[in-house]
C-alpha cells in the first residue's frame, strides 16, 4: 500500500526557508512530484525527481529557489528564498512510472497535503 505524509510546513517571513518532507512508501522505482494549491487557484505543478534522483525539473516559477530531492524513504523539497505568492498547500505525489513528469493525470497517488504561509 502506497502511503506518502507530508511534514514541515509552517509560516515563514518573505525572504526564508523551508525544507518539505514526504514519507513515502512504495516509491522505488518511481518519479516523485512536489504541486501546490493557493487559494482560489488551481493546483500547480511545483518540482519533479525520477526514480535514480539522477534527473530534476522545476516550475519557472521556482527554479533557483526550489531543490528537489530523494534519500531512501523521503523526498524532500528545500524552499529559499521564499516570497508570499509561495503561500499554498504542499502536496507531495508519486508518479505512474520511473520518468519525470509535470502533468497531474501521470500522478497515482497523493499525500494529504501541508500548509505553506509566507508573510510579506
Known amino acids: 500500500q502506497v502511503q506518502l505524509v507530508e511534514s514541515g510546513g509552517g509560516l515563514v517571513q518573505a525572504g526564508g526557508s523551508l525544507r518539505l518532507s514526504c514519507a513515502a512508501s512504495g516509491h522505488n522505482g518511481y518519479a516523485m512530484g512536489w504541486f501546490r494549491q493557493a487559494p482560489g487557484k488551481e493546483q500547480e505543478f511545483v518540482a519533479v525527481i525520477n526514480w535514480s534522483g539522477g534527473s530534476t525539473y522545476y516550475a519557472d516559477s521556482v527554479k533557483g529557489r526550489f531543490t528537489i530531492s530523494r534519500d531512501k524513504g523521503t523526498v524532500y523539497l528545500r524552499m529559499n528564498s521564499l516570497k508570499p505568492e509561495d503561500t499554498a498547500v504542499y502536496y507531495c505525489?508519486?508518479?505512474?512510472?520511473?520518468?519525470?513528469?509535470?502533468?497531474?493525470?501521470?500522478?497515482?497517488?497523493w499525500g494529504q497535503g501541508t500548509q505553506v504561509t509566507v508573510s510579506s
Open positions: 505525489a508519486r508518479a505512474n512510472g520511473p520518468n519525470s513528469t509535470t502533468r497531474r493525470p501521470d500522478y497515482e497517488y
